[in-house]
């Protein structure tokens, strides 16, 4: 996908303290339209502090913050018009049905998409008369959508959009992402799951302690460090690593978790080689397998920790 | 406007729909008017209390006192002038009747054809008129049927009836308690206030909202129409049930008493304005309400007369500005004892306002 004209997002060193704790420390980063950017670290990376920046919830301390080449801060109001906002919480009166939410939001817009063909695009028609509070998590993730949509934005955020969602759920909300992003809207999202932001993003920026360590495509990210893949089987006393290492191809060796990982430039050549000495050895490698790189190792390269922790 | 009324009407559905915070702004202080209303007025009987002041001291005055003792809805209490005035004020008598001095000498005059007449002397209090109505109805009646009975038909009546009102300072139980409650019920809606809007901080409404063009003001706004509107269903429904069924006469001006019920009801919203700047969690925030709430309500003087109080409660209570709403409106609805002159009532609520928004406009957080 080509992205072209002027950003929808412009951040360029954005700094937000609290005391002593950066939250945001020099943060930079754009947003083409009709891009689906995510923003991928822990809790505590600074993730949610500059999207709230950008939703005009928060005062940066400093740096350019600008949606449709507008101020964040001298223009407020009319950027609030034309954004979407969904919140990490779920932030809903929980008395009111979701047509009446609907219905309410909308009134805050000058511009509104009509009700019932928003509640049928997040799948809650038949859901329309009960109240919020009586909705499961996923529907009440669907809701926030909704209303995240209630004015028909050019630029969508979503922080943490499937957080504590079943399998099932947190798929259905991915196919809500990308009906989204069919429609050539921007949108801006947090995660940590990675498998979030690689089915997800046009672009990913990778997160922590207030800074963003690497931005690009998830193959640029996971290219950039990884040039070989690994291949894998359940490791046996027969085929000790230090023998493995000198197979064509391979440029080191390690044991994790019961399984022999080799990294290889030349994976064809790597198995031909490992599958001919487990023949003279009349062996057969268990559970043989090949494995690409993925953004939970970039991120471990990139920090010495999982995401996750 | 729009946006306003849309808002108001979404948090008077939540507020419909949340029973437990109906039962507070509504159904409680009806059941208070309901409660003491049977309680109180079950003491006293249906019969009107009348003083009757005998100055004649003579068989024509004997037998008038016969006449009225046979009236089904009068009880006569026998005294002199300065008693029955006392026990007027007091409340146990609700009328007086006086028999000047001269009674028989003008009958025994009027019977001979001569000319003369003498007026009966009939106390009533403005403030409680329906039993006005009573009383004056069965005494002109009885002055009627008197001059009928001694006097030749078309020679002038010898019995007049001359009205005297005297204002009774001491009012029925009910009627002291509708402005109490209704005082206690507007003090509730305000302190009240505070948990919806510290629950929709703490799920993050109000910082939803903030990501909306809806501007704070309106959200203010919206707030406060919500909590005038029950006011104003508050005090028709504690005045109507008051009225209807407890035969509570409300004798003051009704604009002073609408500027009341919503002068006191913005005041207590800005308490409960403030209470929810301080307050962090929606636990602590029916805790701290209900720390607020009862002593107001207990210590105001508005359930106990003041004068009953010792005086170092009276003391705590005049720094309460629950007692001077209720002190307001026991003037204005069923002119009441006062403890301080309207205009001090109004003046310390007006004051409470101002220093309670001032201090939530400072310190109010919006997550």
């Not at chain 1, 038949?126 to 995240?148: D, F, Y």
């Not at chain 2, 019977?111 to 069965?138: F, R």
């Not at chain 2, 006191?264 to 720390?291: C, N, P, R």
């Not at chain 2, 705590?316 to 009532?345: C, E, H, K, S, W």
């Amino acid at each position: 996908m080509t992205h072209s004209g002027e950003p929808v997002i412009r951040v360029a060193d954005l700094k937000k303290h609290y005391g002593d704790i950066k939250a945001v420390d020099g943060v930079s980063f754009e947003v083409a339209r009709g891009e689906v950017f995510g923003m991928l670290g822990p809790n505590g990376a600074g993730k949610t502090t500059t999207i709230e920046v950008l939703e005009g919830l928060r005062e940066p301390d400093s740096g350019v913050v600008e949606v449709f080449g507008l101020d964040v801060c001298k223009h407020p109001d009319s950027i609030k018009q034309r954004i979407g906002v969904q919140l990490q919480s779920v932030a809903l009166y929980p008395r009111l049905t979701v047509a009446e939410l609907v219905d309410l939001f909308g009134s805050f817009f000058d511009h509104r998409v009509p009700a019932k063909q928003l509640i049928d695009a997040v799948d809650l028609g038949e859901r329309a008369n009960v109240r919020s509070m009586n909705l499961s998590g996923g529907q009440q993730q669907r809701l926030s959508i909704a209303l995240a949509l209630v004015n028909d934005p050019d630029l969508i955020f979503l922080d943490e959009p499937t957080t504590g969602l079943d399998p099932q759920a947190r798929r259905s909300l991915w196919d809500l992402v990308k009906g989204i992003q069919a429609k050539g809207k921007s949108v801006l999202l947090t995660t940590h799951y990675m498998e979030e932001a690689a089915e997800l993003c046009d672009r990913v920026a990778i997160m922590d302690h207030g800074h963003v360590l690497e931005m690009g495509t998830v193959q640029e990210l996971i290219g950039r460090r990884f040039k070989e893949r690994a291949v894998f089987f359940d490791t046996s006393a027969q085929l000790p690593s230090q023998k493995l290492a000198g197979l064509a191809g391979v440029t080191r060796a390690s044991q994790e978790d019961g399984q022999t990982l080799l990294y290889s430039k030349d994976v064809p050549s790597t198995i031909g080689a490992l599958l001919a000495m487990a023949d003279d050895l009349s062996i057969e490698p268990k559970n043989l397998g090949i494995r690409q790189a993925t953004l939970e190792d970039v991120f471990l390269d990139l920090t010495g920790r999982a995401l996750r922790d | 406007m729009k946006t306003l009324i849309g808002l108001t009407v979404a948090n008077l559905k939540s507020l419909v729909r949340d029973r437990a915070a109906l039962f507070w702004t509504l159904f409680f202080p009806v059941m208070f008017v309901l409660l003491f209303g049977v309680l109180f007025s079950g003491s006293s009987d249906s019969k009107v209390d009348v003083g009757w002041v005998d100055q004649d001291g003579t068989t024509a005055s004997a037998s008038l006192r016969a006449t009225f003792a046979d009236v089904q809805l009068l009880k006569l209490h026998d005294g002199t002038l300065d008693e029955e005035k006392a026990a007027m004020q007091r409340g146990d008598v609700s009328a007086i009747v006086v028999v000047p001095a001269g009674l028989q000498t003008a009958t025994a005059s009027a019977a001979n054809g001569k000319k003369a007449s003498v007026s009966l002397a009939l106390y009533t209090d403005p403030g409680q008129s329906s039993t006005d109505q009573v009383v004056e109805g069965a005494v002109t009646q009885i002055a009627n049927g008197f001059n009928l009975a001694v006097l030749a038909p078309n020679s002038a009546p010898v019995l007049l009836v001359e009205g005297q009102s005297l204002t009774s300072t001491n009012i029925s139980t009910v009627t002291y308690l509708v402005p109490s409650i209704l005082a206690m019920a507007l003090m509730q809606l305000g302190v009240f206030a505070a948990v919806p809007l510290v629950q929709q901080r703490e799920k993050g409404i109000l910082k939803r909202l903030g990501a909306t063009p809806l501007a704070r003001w309106k959200l203010v706004a919206s707030n406060i129409l919500l909590r005038l509107l029950v006011a104003a269903a508050d005090a028709v429904l504690i005045v109507g049930i008051g009225m209807l069924a407890f035969n509570v006469q409300i004798v003051g001006n009704p604009v002073e008493i609408v500027l009341f019920v919503f002068l006191g009801a913005a005041a207590f919203l800005s308490l409960g304005f403030m209470l929810a700047s301080f307050i962090k969690t929606e636990e602590q925030a029916s805790g701290v309400v209900q720390v607020v709430q009862m002593p107001l309500m207990f210590l105001s003087g508005i359930f106990f007369p003041f004068d009953f109080m010792p005086e170092f409660l009276r003391n705590f209570a005049r720094l309460l500005p629950l007692t001077y709403l209720g002190d307001g409106l026991r003037q204005t609805m069923v002119n009441g004892t006062q403890i301080a002159p309207l205009g001090v009532d109004a003046a310390i609520l007006v004051g409470w306002l101002v220093v309670c928004l001032a201090i939530a406009a400072r310190s109010f957080r919006w997550e």
